[in-house]
């Protein structure tokens, strides 16, 4: 085992046992928790070392650089894509045909087209439904910071469901940055409520995933119900640069 590889495994084993004691404190199965390794603008053979060294799920923020990955690694097939960042309607191909899980579809324009392209690619592509909790114009997603507009998003949700191409799981989102963990708790309580409102009024979907919680705050989010949480830094190390989302 090289040295990249055995530092990345301390870190993701380091992470794991952070994961289940969050998710005991809260009265819940440590196997409910999935952890996503956020790879991007990391370079390749980074990533290969993090799959050498156990990680399972693999978080990508840019479509084109994640496409490269996979199709460097295409070999390794045990691996889970997820695209985690904020996709342009012309980049849809790109994720409906690479990536087996998306966390970030934040409109209905990008839904359809996504929708369309699995459809031609025989493919049924699992998202979660990106929402802005934070009223940060900078953030991308449904607008959800005012509670009393939920209903507003209803049609869009509906019209989103309808799409045979698309699996709906959950939802996810991205708070604002905090100086602290607890910063995030009230914000991760949000997108709780907020889902547990979207399984109300759609009883037939599936909204039982929740995709929240990064590097400096991932146990508060699993304490306040994460089914996913996206960790780089802390596993991989540091980039060149930082983006939403991990």
Known sequence: ????????????????DKIADAA????????????????????VE?????????????????????VTKIQSLQNLSAVEWHMIGHVQSRKAPLVAGNFNFMHSL???????????FCGEAERVLPVLLEFNVGEE??????EAFDETRW????????????????QVRGLMSMPPLGENAEFSRPYFQK????????????PQAEFSELSMGTSSDYEVAIEEGATFVRIGTAIVGPRSYKTEHE
Not at 27 to 39: F, H, I
């Open 1 to 16: 085992m090289s040295d990249l590889v055995e530092s990345i495994r301390e870190r993701y084993l380091k992470a794991l």
């Open 106 to 116: 934040d409109s209905l324009k990008l839904a359809k087209r996504l929708d369309r």
């Open 137 to 142: 114009e900078s953030k991308s997603g449904w």
């Open 191 to 202: 997108l709780k409520r907020l889902r547990d409102f979207f399984a109300g009024q759609f």
């Open 151 to 166: 209903g507003g998003v209803l049609d869009e949700v509906s019209e989103v469901l309808a799409l045979p191409n698309l």
């Open 46 to 66: 980074v990533v290969r070392a993090a799959i050498e060294a156990g990680a399972s799920i693999l978080g990508e923020n840019y479509a084109e650089e994640g």
């Open 24 to 43: 005991k404190r809260s009265g819940r199965s440590p196997e409910a928790v999935k952890l996503v390794v956020v790879t991007k603008t990391q370079p």
